[in-house]
C-alpha cells in the first residue's frame, strides 16, 4: 500500500474509531427526532400554585390551581389527577372574599367552587348535575358536598394527566418559498409556553424552541421568536377587525436582520408532505 492510502486509512480510522466506532446522524447532532407532533399528544403538564385541593367521601381528590395565565380544575382517577375541560368559569369578589366557580363538561355535568376568605380561610364544594334554574353558583355546605381540605404538599408529586388532547394548528406559512414555518399547540391552550414551532423545508421541518410567544388583546395578534442556527427569527401574525369581525391580517419575518417574504398557508391546515423532526 502506498503512503497515500495509508495516510486515507489512518484518517479515516481516526473519523470513525475515535468515539469507539459510533457514528452520528445530522439530526441526533441537532438533538432532534424524526415524529408526528400532530397525531401524537406531546403536552407536558405540570401542577401550577395550588389554589385549593379537597377530598370528597369517596375519596376522589379535587385539585384548583393556577397556571400560567389560567385557573385549572384536576379531579383524580386512582392514583393520578385528569387535567378537566372546564367551561362557564367566573370570579366573584365579594367585601368578605373571592368565589371561583368552575364548570366541568361531562356527563353528568359537575360544578366546583373554592371560597377564598380575606380572613384565610378556604372553603370546597363539588356539584353533580345541573344548578338550580337561574343560579349561577350554588352555596357550599347547604347544597352538594364540602369537601375535606388537603394540604397542598399532599399533592404536589400525584401523576399528572391530560386525556383527549387535539393538536391545533395555530399558523402554516411559507417562508420565501424555499421553508415552511409551522405552529402548533394544544386544543385547550393553557400557556403561551405550549406553542411548538417547527421551521424548515417540507422535508425536514425541525422543531425550534421559542424564547418567546407574546399576544395582544386585539383578538389575537401574535409575537413569536425563535433561534435559527444562530441567528433570531421573529414572525409577526397580525389581526385586523373588517367588517366588525377579526380576520387574518398580512404576516412579517425577519431573520438576524433581514425582512423576508411569508405567506400564509390555508388557516387550520398543515402542509401536505411535511415530515416533523422533533426535539428531543
Known amino acids: ?94 367585601a368578605d372574599g373571592t368565589l371561583l366557580s368552575f364548570w366541568l363538561e361531562g356527563t353528568p355535568e359537575l360544578h366546583v367552587q373554592l371560597w377564598q376568605g380575606n380572613d384565610g380561610t378556604t372553603r370546597l364544594g363539588v356539584l353533580e348535575g345541573e344548578l338550580p334554574k337561574g343560579a349561577k353558583e350554588f352555596e357550599i355546605g347547604a347544597q352538594g358536598e364540602e369537601l375535606e381540605l388537603v394540604p397542598p404538599s399532599d399533592v404536589a408529586d400525584v401523576k399528572l394527566r391530560q386525556d383527549n388532547i387535539d393538536t391545533v394548528v395555530e399558523y402554516a406559512a411559507s417562508v420565501a418559498g424555499e421553508r415552511l414555518l409551522v405552529v402548533l399547540r394544544p386544543e385547550k391552550l393553557d400557556s403561551y409556553e405550549q406553542f411548538r414551532v417547527f421551521f424548515g423545508a417540507l422535508g425536514h421541518l425541525q422543531e425550534r424552541s421559542p424564547s418567546n410567544v407574546s399576544r395582544a388583546l386585539d383578538g389575537g395578534s401574535t409575537w413569536i421568536n425563535f433561534d435559527v442556527d444562530g441567528q433570531t427569527a421573529e414572525a409577526t401574525f397580525p389581526v385586523v377587525f373588517e367588517n366588525d369581525v377579526f380576520a387574518r391580517g398580512t404576516p412579517t419575518f425577519t431573520l438576524g436582520k433581514s425582512d423576508v417574504a411569508i405567506d400564509l398557508l390555508p388557516e387550520g391546515q398543515a402542509p401536505d408532505g411535511a415530515a416533523y423532526y422533533c426535539a428531543k
Open 1 to 94: 500500500m502506498g503512503k497515500l492510502g495509508v495516510f486515507g486509512l489512518l484518517a479515516l480510522l481516526l473519523s470513525v474509531g475515535c468515539q469507539g466506532g459510533e457514528t452520528t446522524t445530522d439530526d441526533e447532532q441537532a438533538g432532534v427526532v424524526a415524529c408526528d407532533p400532530l397525531a401524537t399528544e406531546h403536552v407536558s403538564l405540570e401542577l401550577g400554585r395550588v389554589l385549593g385541593a379537597g377530598k370528597s367521601a369517596d375519596g376522589t381528590l379535587y385539585v384548583i390551581d393556577h397556571f400560567g395565565d389560567s385557573d385549572r380544575v384536576f379531579v383524580s382517577d386512582g392514583a393520578e389527577l385528569v387535567l378537566r375541560n372546564a367551561s362557564g368559569t367566573g370570579q366573584v369578589t365579594e
